[in-house]
């Protein structure tokens, strides 16, 4: 098991940028696959964005293509989430997730390949 707890979510404009961190504690960080998920009130959980277990790797949702960016330090056993272009559809909470998976496919953008979340943190952006 691997504990996620997110940070740097908040209100801004549209049009602004927010870094999503999300810190990890536990089993060895650099083996695991992280994942950004957001859930905006009444929809369901939908991926963002995923990054391999050594950075080199990533997937994007289609929306934030060239909005957002993925990266992480497995020295700092840290993730982030760069979110630039911010927009109102942004508005959501977003989770941060992990998984062990020897091999960075397109599976890693459903929620059913995670089974470590973080508790969530809540991104805003007004019109």
């Known amino acids: 098991q691997v504990q996620l707890v997110e940070s740097g979510g908040g209100l801004v404009q549209a049009g602004g940028s927010l870094r999503l961190s999300c810190a990890a504690s536990?089993?060895?960080?650099?083996?695991?696959?992280m994942g950004w998920f957001r859930q905006a009130p009444g929809k369901g959980r939908e991926f963002a964005a995923a990054?391999?277990?050594?950075?080199?790797?990533?997937y994007y949702e289609d929306s934030v293509k060239g909005r957002f960016t993925i990266s992480r330090d497995n020295a700092k056993n840290t993730v982030y989430l760069q979110m630039n272009s911010l927009k109102p559809e942004d508005t959501a909470v977003y989770y941060c997730?992990?998984?062990?998976?020897?091999?960075?496919?397109?599976?890693?953008?459903?929620?059913?390949?995670?089974?470590?979340w973080g508790q969530g943190t809540q991104v805003t952006v007004s019109s």
């Open positions: 997730a992990a998984t062990y998976s020897p091999a960075f496919t397109r599976v890693v953008v459903q929620t059913t390949a995670y089974y470590n």
């Open positions: 536990g089993r060895t960080f650099s083996n695991y696959v």
């Open positions: 990054i391999s277990s050594s950075g080199d790797a990533t």
